[in-house]
């Protein structure tokens, strides 16, 4: 999602569109993205949509004060795509953000480099899950490597930029558009593989945390480190409740004859009946009784009976195993 200061922008890319608003420890990813941009001098918003555009707006502009615009991505064609919807509104220094991770960076590094753009970056074992960056001696990166088969590198793209240099970012978009595309889409990574290969100096920075939403299993676990962390609460619960820290339990929610935990949260007015309850995400108004879940993760207004498992559930789904 973009975001603009004083030349500084930051464009929000919603080319994975339900992700900002989907909740990890009781709160849409686009509110924990938000936090990392506190004391940045930003002027404007441009959150680059699917097809929920009007949610992500109404949201935006009910809990930001920062100016925005919204803009949708009508045709799926990538990220280079998406980010160029944005360059009608952008005539300086642009930040971009991909809003399916929540990330821990000093974001303030750039307002004080000389280099043409910045690229964040996390050390990893599992390098071959993801794109990763290779830098020179002096930390600057020198090539993107897409699932590599080989450890060049283990620097994951973890999808948080800050360009400079906007003229050279438009001319490798512009480039990139005139080649043939990946499975249909063009990529905003080989836009900046030509801003390096025509001169351009982009700094390679670690991030100190990169919690992943894009997957069942990452976002469970970057709910458990954020409660970990600190977004854990809860009320007072009865003699018949056992708790398993970290959870987060909203106000509103039943619970009787049930474990609840570890790594739980409980959206408001969920009702918990003779169950048991381990890493998941549970969303509002369900209602899980007789039940063991673990790695699990619920919609709004989901009904689960008698059912001992795990998976994901789209919202006021019913889900009844054998009594």
């Excluded at 990529?187 to 894009?214: P, S």
């Amino acid at each position: 999602m973009p975001l603009a200061g004083k030349g500084t922008r930051l464009r929000p890319h919603t080319h994975l569109t339900p992700k900002p608003m989907l909740k990890v420890a009781g709160r849409p990813v686009i509110d924990w993205v938000m936090d990392r941009l506190k004391g940045l001098d930003v002027e404007e918003l441009i959150f680059i949509t699917g097809h929920l555009k009007h949610q992500v707006e109404q949201y935006a502009r009910t809990h930001y004060t920062i100016p925005s615009r919204f803009v949708e991505q009508k045709v799926q064609d990538g990220t280079a795509g998406a980010v160029n919807l944005a360059r009608p509104f952008v005539h300086g220094p642009v930040m971009i953000i991909f809003v399916d991770t929540v990330f821990e960076a000093d974001l303030t590094l750039a307002a004080t480099t000389n280099a043409d753009g910045i690229i964040w970056a996390k050390e990893v074992d599992d390098y071959q899950r993801f794109g990763v960056v290779v830098t020179d001696a002096d930390g600057y990166m020198t090539k993107i490597v897409e699932k590599p088969s080989e450890p060049i590198s283990k620097l994951a793209n973890i999808g948080l930029y800050f360009i400079r240099d906007v003229d050279a970012l438009w001319r490798g978009i512009d480039h990139t558009l005139s080649t043939a595309p990946h499975n249909g889409e063009w990529y905003l990574t080989d836009a900046f593989q030509h801003m390096i290969d025509q001169g351009c100096r982009i700094l390679t920075a670690e991030v100190a945390g990169w919690y992943d939403c894009g997957q069942l299993e990452t976002t469970l676990e970057t709910n458990g480190i954020l409660l970990e962390k600190g977004a854990a609460r809860h009320g007072k619960v009865g003699a018949d409740v056992r708790l398993v820290e970290p959870v987060l339990i909203e106000d509103n929610c039943t619970l009787e004859r049930c474990v609840i935990g570890p790594n739980v949260t409980l959206e408001t007015g969920t009702v918990v009946r003779d169950a048991a309850i381990s890493q998941a995400i549970i969303g509002p108004g369900c209602t899980i009784e007789r039940c063991t879940l673990t790695h699990a993760m619920l919609g709004a207004g989901v009904t689960v009976a008698d059912f001992t498992g795990s998976g994901t559930f789209g919202a006021h789904s019913e889900i009844a195993g054998r009594a």
